[in-house]
Nanobody
Framework: QVQVVQSGGGLVQPGGSLRLSCAAS????????MGWYRQAPGNQREWVAS???????DYADSVKGRFTISRDNAKNTVFLQMNSLKPQDTAVYYC???????????WGQGTQVTVSS
């Protein structure tokens, strides 16, 4: 059984930083893509960033230059370093871990990030 557990998040002032972590445990192998999504109240869930098993990263335009995604393959963990946070970054953040062959998507439980003075 696979568990995906997120940590981090919380309340931060505009311009501040937060770091999110997401770890997969249990019987999981062949992890391909890892990524982060977010959902603000009244909005659909949107993609934020992703990283391949080889370390290639991609970001939504809204976070490019401020957020950094990274991963530790040995620990099946993905991170999201968020700097220069803005109120519009306020949302519940979810990690997604994609297993290859056959494909299956695992989601974290979500963690609240609130940017407010």
């Amino acid at each position: 059984q696979v568990q995906v557990v997120q940590s981090g998040g919380g309340l931060v002032q505009p311009g501040g930083s937060l770091r999110l972590s997401c770890a997969a445990s249990g019987s999981i192998s062949n992890i391909n893509l890892m990524g982060w999504y977010r959902q603000a109240p009244g909005n659909q869930r949107e993609w934020v960033a992703s990283i391949t098993s080889g370390g290639t990263t991609d970001y939504a335009d809204s976070v490019k230059g401020r957020f950094t995604i990274s991963r530790d393959n040995a620990k099946n963990t993905v991170f999201l370093q968020m700097n220069s946070l803005k109120p519009q970054d306020t949302a519940v953040y979810y990690c997604k871990i994609v297993r290859g062959g056959p494909r299956f998507d695992y989601w974290g439980q979500g963690t609240q990030v609130t940017v407010s003075s």
